[in-house]
C-alpha cells in the first residue's frame, strides 16, 4: 500500500476535507517533505490542471499523481450525472470527461463522488441508477483510453441515496457490466454506513480501486474513533497495491494533519 494527501485547487472548497489548499508548489513540497508517496489533486476544471508544471513538480519531489478529483464540477459549477436538466447532465459528462483526459495524459484515474447526484423531483431513484450506469459506462471506456481506471466513490446517505454501502454498490458496477471503473471507498462514509468495514471491503475483492484515509470525524486517522486495523488488515489479504489518501480537514493545521496521516499509514501499514 502507499500513502498520498490531498491538495485542493478550488477556493469554493476552502472548508472542504482537503490537507492543502490552494499552493501545488506548497503541497507538493509538503507532501514529499513528509514522506507521502503520491498527491491527490483536487481543481477547478480540467484546463487548470497544469499538465506540464505539475509533472515538473511530481519529478522534483519524487511524487506520483494517486488520482483527480471532479468534486468542483458539483460544488463549483452545479452540475451532477443524475439532474433532471438533460443539459445539465451533458455538461456534467463533458466536465468529467475534461478531467478523465487531462488525469490520464498525467497517468492518473479521476474520481466521480459528488457529482454523481441523487433521484429527486421528476428523477426516481430508478431513472437515476439508469443514467448513473449510462455515464460510468461512457466515462469508464474514456479512461480505458488513458490505461487508467476510472473512481466511483459511494457516499454517505446524507449526501446522495444512489449507493451509500460498498458491497451494493460493487454489485451495481458487476450486474451492469460496467467495465473499467473500481471503487473509491472511503472510510468517513463507511464509518456511518457499514456495520464491518473489513467485511465491506473483502466483498468488493478487486473492484477496491482508492481508498480515503479518513477518521469517524473527517480528521486526521487517529483524531476520531474508527477503527483502521481491521480495515488495513483486510486490504493486506486482498494484496491491495493502491493508495490510502488523506481527504481529511487539515485541522489543527494542514501540516499537524498531514503528519499525522502519514504517522499512522506508517503505524498501521508496517504492523
Known sequence: ?????????????????FVFHGSLADGCRAAAELGFDAVEVFPATAAEIPGDALQALLATHGLA???????????????CLCHADAANRIRA???????IDAAGDLGAPAIIGSMQGRS??????????????????DLGRRAAGHGVPLFYEPLNRY????????A?????????GIANVKLLCDLFHMNIEEADLAGALA????????????????HAV?????????????????????????????LPTPLDAARRSIDAFRAFTTA
Not at 421528476?122 to 443514467?131: C, G, K, N, Q
Not at 449526501?159 to 460498498?166: A, G, I, P
Not at 451494493?168 to 451492469?176: D, G, M
Open 222 to 250: 487517529g483524531f476520531g474513533h474508527t477503527a483502521v486495523a481491521p480495515a488495513v488488515a483486510a486490504l493486506r489479504a486482498m494484496r491491495y497495491a493502491g493508495y490510502l489518501s488523506a481527504e481529511v480537514f487539515p
Open 93 to 99: 459528462r463533458d466536465f468529467i470527461a475534461g478531467i
Open 203 to 218: 466483498a468488493c475483492g478487486d473492484l477496491v480501486g482508492h481508498v480515503h484515509w479518513a477518521d469517524s470525524n473527517r
Open 1 to 17: 500500500m502507499k500513502s498520498a494527501v490531498t491538495i485542493c485547487l478550488v477556493p469554493e472548497a476552502a472548508r472542504g476535507p
Open 159 to 166: 449526501e446522495t441515496d444512489l449507493f451509500n454501502r460498498q
Open 120 to 137: 429527486g423531483g421528476e428523477v426516481s431513484r430508478a431513472a437515476a441508477l439508469d443514467l448513473l450506469a449510462d455515464a460510468l459506462h
Open 65 to 79: 499523481l494517486a488520482a483527480v478529483g471532479t468534486g468542483a464540477g458539483w460544488v463549483k459549477h452545479g452540475l
Open 168 to 176: 451494493e454498490a460493487a454489485e451495481f458496477l458487476r450486474s451492469r
